[in-house]
């Protein structure tokens, strides 16, 4: 384990951390580590979780360019 990975074992605790980071702190890549470390304790909800930082990831601003309208980008 290097230094600043958490550890494993507790998956409840682990998703409770890294949902706090993703909810509530609107950390995602903070919060990637321990619920990569709860889901494979087997927490369902740190796999939802993960589902939501994997858009974050992949959700760019250019993105928007080629989906929306200008109009809507400016408002």
Do not use: C, H, N
Request: avoid cysteine; glycine fraction near 10%; aromatic fraction near 8%.
């Amino acid at each position: 384990m290097r230094s600043g990975e958490p550890r494993t074992g507790d998956a409840s605790g682990l998703q409770a951390v890294g949902g706090y980071l993703l909810w509530k702190l609107e950390d995602p890549a903070g919060a990637r580590p321990y619920l990569e470390a709860a889901a494979a304790g087997g927490s369902f909800e740190a796999i939802l979780d993960l589902f939501v930082v994997s858009l974050f990831e992949t959700a760019r601003p250019s993105d928007a360019a080629a989906v929306l309208p200008e109009a809507e980008l400016a408002s």
